[in-house]
């Protein structure tokens, strides 16, 4: 086991980290992510024992309406305590035992309550989910959930996988605040074109007859990396495809001149063969290794050997320090459909298990979004 760093080595990197702080302008998300976790080693490293007990055990006391502890003097971390002041402030748990065994809806507290809708239902899909995992795990003897057998199955009572579920009629309001939050969570990050060497790895050696298919983007939305692509790279030849559902891309518009919308089922045979690119971003994870083998296996079919390139855009796990945002990404992709965030050795392997090899990775920094280029074996 790798021992960890000294005090000394984690302030040297501190002051590295600092010395490459921009003078003026925002500091880049990725940036700001390195140098919090540079300070949190930095911190843990500084605490005695007596520290930690402190931070873990006292840190945050919840107090009954009169000042007094409650029963249990029950103590938890700060985003517990938050949500559960919120909630008292609230009066959520009033109105929760008013509905009685039958429950009520995010609309029906939203109303009592006067809090937006929007912030409410972030709670109504993913909250229940939660709540319901560890009972989930226990019973299922702690085995990895599948994308059709997991906590959202149990919580909802469907057979459906969790993707096809939140398309039900009932969870649009919530799939519209899903597709704003992911929309708002690239804005101000670093796109991958930043430091993926497009120009060279894709343009340059594409096919610029009329026909050709110079990017395919797999399960790519509404079209925004393949409109982005464009921006970058007016000059770009060849044709850019874009591929999703039939329900997505019937508000993907026409493309208005820059890509081709084409609806497309990832689990089924690929319809373009042989582009110089099949890309595919922020896909994977949210599947388990068996369905990621299938959509992996349908796109090497397509490449062309000597020619084609699978770019894979997704985070990759540090094999030690992992941050708490990654982990708290690699439980919702669990919870909600068996998916997961991966390391780059099962990032390895599963790409090998589809007939693919990674050629190389870029990543602008650890635990932030890479770009994997992989060709066939």
């Known amino acids: 086991m790798d021992s960890q760093p ?40 500084l605490e005695t024992p007596f520290d930690t007990l402190n931070r873990l055990v006292y840190s945050v006391r919840i107090r009954g309406v009169s000042g007094r502890p409650l029963a249990a003097d029950c103590v938890c971390k700060p985003f517990q305590h938050a949500v559960i002041r919120i909630a008292v402030n609230l009066r959520l748990f009033e109105y929760l035992l008013e509905a009685g065994p039958d429950g009520t809806t995010s609309d029906e507290l939203s109303r009592k309550t006067g809090v937006d809708p929007n912030l409410m239902s972030t709670f109504d899909f993913v909250g229940p989910v939660f709540q319901k995992m560890p009972e989930f795990l226990a019973k299922d003897k702690y085995r990895y959930p599948s994308a059709y057998h997991g906590p ?36 101000g990050a670093a796109s991958w074109l930043e430091f993926y060497p497009f120009a060279d790895h894709i343009l340059a050696e594409a096919d610029t007859k009329p026909d050709a298919v110079t990017v395919v983007d797999v399960g790519g939305g509404l079209g925004h990396g393949l409109t982005e692509l464009k921006e970058k790279f007016p000059e770009m030849k060849g044709r850019l495809i874009l591929q999703d559902l ?30 110089k690119a099949y890309l595919i971003r922020q896909v994977l994870h949210d599947w388990p290794d068996k369905e990621c083998k299938v959509i992996l296996q349908h796109l090497a079919a397509g490449m062309r050997k ?43 392997s599963l790409l090998e298990s589809a007939g693919l090899r990674i050629e190389k990775v870029w990543t602008l920094n650890e635990g932030t979004e890479s770009v994997m280029e992989a060709v066939l074996i």
């Open 152 to 187: 959202l199955q149990a919580t909802y009572d469907t057979e459906m996988s969790g993707y096809d579920y939140i398309m039900e009629p009932r969870w649009t309001d919530t799939l519209t605040d899903c597709n704003l939050f992911m929309k708002g969570r690239r804005e």
């Open 306 to 348: 000597g020619y084609s390139k699978l770019l894979v855009n997704e985070i990759i796990i540090p094999e030690v320090g992992a941050s708490d945002f990654i982990i708290a990404c690699d439980l919702v992709m669990m919870g909600l459909g068996g998916g997961m965030e991966r390391t780059k050795s099962h990032w390895s």
């Open 246 to 275: 039939p329900k997505t891309i019937e508000h993907a518009g026409s493309g208005e001149g820059i890509f081709e919308p084409m609806a497309h089922d990832f689990f089924t045979p690929q319809p373009v063969q042989g582009p």
């Open 6 to 45: 000294s005090l000394k080595a984690i302030v040297e990197q501190v002051s590295q980290a600092g010395s490459d702080l921009p003078a003026e302008g925002a500091l880049q998300p990725e940036a700001r992510i390195h140098l919090q976790n540079l300070v949190k080693q930095l911190v843990f490293a």
